[in-house]
């Protein structure tokens, strides 16, 4: 049972805090000694702060910038560090020729089966020049887009950073997808050459990957090579089929020279959906989301070398090259486990945590909801090692955050709220240990960034609902989307004229706390993974029996939310509702991947619309669940949403 979090349960910052945490490290740096003049210098002068973060961070560049930013080209498209020359992964392997961390593991991966695999800091530079070598013998080229389909752990830490280190740019996959999806990411990326995984272990089981890749590679006329991380002992069938291990063991005592670029220069095209059309393609760059992960793993996660962090994540979403770069970037040891995190029972997060002495353990609210309901099992595993704990990836209600930091944190270490997204790399809203920080909320904006809640005219508003903006062009911000600029400005730029809004709902406390409200649009988010509600209307539509289709979000105790799709039942179909329901929810498997299967397909006559017949998946969402109708005035067919009321009743 949880119990409903109190004022009580606020986290206090402790002398030690203070003093020695990173950000209050940093704030000495920057000349400040409380943490509101931090903030406000970071926004005042950030030419100055970034300065003194890319210092403190002992960032690694080949030649020194000249500016802080370049907006020549509008607040849109700022140009960040003009003059400047790096290869974030310099900063990465720079800790191999350090005495103090160069024999520190700097990768541990476990398994689900419990088999681990560890590689220091030395031992991880040497396999990602080797890995980068092997790359360029089968042809990939600065610039080329590579694909990332791989469970994480060792190979695809490696993968990601010597794809870096040699100038292509890496298409992060999520190891779920199914065809469908798979092709919406690669083909408008023009993926030369994808690394994939044939499969994996989940709950004890094989889950092939490798059918879903071959089947999309039919279907993408540029990838012309793809190389496989063979668990399974699997065969190679096709002639243009590499190795992983094969192609990194004859490159062994190789190296080639890293591309030094611009840092304007992407190095990540990662996929995120919206809730209309294809999915976006978020460009990332060397001078950008690398500087603002460092950033925040010292300001936010307090992270220093020889510290242990673990955050299972899929190195598909934006969390999964997050995680990998605040550990890295900081000289610490980075835990990965790419098991069922509740396999063989629900203590396998605590045994981790003792099993590998972890500092630093984050966890999705999703995962947070399971072990609370299975609190016995959830903590028999030793947890006095961690330091710090993190959540994100979706709103956290008040109860679930004070029982994580009381049970996984002892009731003394901080438990830090991070959400940003990955059009923004890192915290837009997040905590620090020199505040205290509320359960649920967060304690603070991410400095350098200045960060709004404004109503629809763009005026601030505190102790109201409203929208969460960015002011000014910020470091972590995307480049544009990948050859779509129109669609990245009509995204974030053009409902407030030169105001990035982010399309997340938030509250301002008058005492300048936060709390968020959830999305203002009606993007899916199921067990913390973002999908688009386009996207899998696009696969049920493919369905002769279907007319219409519209998917919407509904809230879930354990998952954070579930997927429900509805349907109009084309006039040739002759199947019952209950038949059709499975077979919608079979073909979304298929197409998309098991973690999107719907929770319930509802088969009605028509589908709530405007005059202009788009679909209103708000006013389905609200009507099903039985929340406030809100602004009706632009429903054109009031009998529709008796329709989903009805189902809702008998649900």
């Not at 203590?347 to 981790?352: F, G, N, Q, W």
Request: proline share 6%; net charge neutral.
């Amino acid at each position: 049972m949880i119990p409903k979090a109190k004022e009580s349960s606020t986290w206090h910052p402790r002398d030690a805090d203070r003093e020695s945490s990173g950000v209050a490290r940093l704030m000495r740096a920057v000349g400040v000694t409380r943490y509101e003049d931090l903030l406000a210098a970071s926004v005042r002068d950030p030419a100055a702060y970034w300065e003194v973060v890319t210092r403190y961070c002992e960032i690694v560049w080949d030649a020194p910038p000249h500016a802080y930013v370049d907006l020549a080209a509008g607040v849109e498209f700022p140009r960040w560090f003009p003059g400047g020359r790096l290869n974030w992964v310099d900063t990465v392997l720079a800790w191999a020729y350090r005495a103090g961390t160069a024999q520190q593991k700097a990768i541990v991966a476990e398994r689900e089966d419990g088999s681990i695999q560890a590689l220091t800091y030395a031992e991880l530079d040497t396999r990602v020049r080797e890995l980068a070598a092997a790359l360029t013998g089968i042809g990939v080229e600065r610039g080329d887009r590579v694909g990332l389909l791989m469970e994480n752990g060792v190979e695809a830490t490696v993968s990601l950073l010597a794809i870096a280190w040699l100038g292509a740019v890496v298409v992060p996959l999520f190891s779920g997808f199914g065809v469908d999806a798979i092709v919406a990411r690669l083909a408008p990326a023009q993926a030369s050459v994808v690394l994939a995984t044939t499969g994996f272990a989940r709950r004890g089981k094989r889950v092939s990957v490798e059918t879903a890749m071959r089947q999309a590679w039919q279907r993408l006329p540029s990838l012309r090579t793809v190389v496989w991380k063979r668990n399974f002992g699997e065969p190679l069938s096709d002639p243009r089929d590499c190795d992983w291990h094969e192609i990194a063991q004859r490159a062994q005592g190789r190296s080639i020279t890293r591309a030094v670029v611009d840092p304007n220069a992407p190095f990540m095209l990662i996929y995120t959906s919206g809730t209309t059309g294809k999915p976006k393609g978020v460009v990332h760059t060397h001078g950008s989301f690398p500087l603002k992960i460092a950033h925040d793993a010292v300001v936010h996660f307090d992270v220093d070398p020889g510290d242990v962090f673990s955050w299972p994540a899929d190195m598909g979403w934006i969390a999964g090259s997050l995680v990998l770069s605040c550990a890295l970037l900081r000289g610490a040891t980075l835990v990965c486990y790419d098991g069922a995190p509740d396999y063989p029972d629900w203590s396998r997060m605590s045994r981790l945590i003792e099993r590998h002495r972890i500092t630093h353990f984050g966890s999705a609210p999703t995962l947070i909801r399971g072990m609370a309901s299975n609190e016995q099992a959830a903590l028999r595993g030793h947890v006095d090692s961690v330091r710090l704990l993190i959540t994100a990836g979706e709103v956290i209600d008040p109860e679930h955050f004070a029982w994580f930091q009381r049970t996984f944190g002892r009731g003394t270490q901080p438990l830090v709220n991070y959400t940003g997204g990955t059009e923004v790399s890192g915290a837009l809203l997040s905590s620090v240990v020199v505040r205290p920080i509320p359960p649920g909320g967060f304690n603070t904006v991410s400095p350098g960034i200045e960060v709004d809640v404004v109503d629809a005219q763009g005026h601030p508003v505190t102790d109201a609902v409203g929208e969460l903006v960015v002011r000014k062009p910020f470091v972590g911000m995307t480049h544009s989307f990948w050859e779509d600029d129109e669609r990245y400005l009509d995204s974030y730029w053009r409902t407030l004229p030169g105001v990035w809004v982010h399309g997340d709902l938030a509250l301002r406390r008058e005492d300048g706390t936060f709390v968020m409200m959830g999305r203002s649009d009606d993007t899916l988010k199921v067990a913390g993974k973002r999908l688009g509600p386009a996207e899998v209307e696009e696969v049920v539509l493919e369905l002769p029996e279907v007319s219409e289709a519209a998917a919407i979000g509904v809230d879930d105790r354990d998952k954070g939310q579930r997927l429900v799709v509805f349907v109009v039942k084309a006039s040739a179909c002759d199947v019952d509702a209950s038949a059709l329901g499975r077979r919608v929810a079979d073909h979304v498997d298929e197409k998309l991947g098991r973690p999107f299967r719907p929770a319930a397909v509802h088969a009605v006559s028509q589908l709530p619309k405007t005059r202009s017949s788009k679909v209103m998946r708000r006013v389905i969402r609200s009507a099903y669940c039985g929340l406030p109708a809100g602004d009706l005035s632009s429903l054109d067919n009031p009998a529709a949403l008796e329709e989903v009321r009805a189902v809702a009743v008998r649900v």
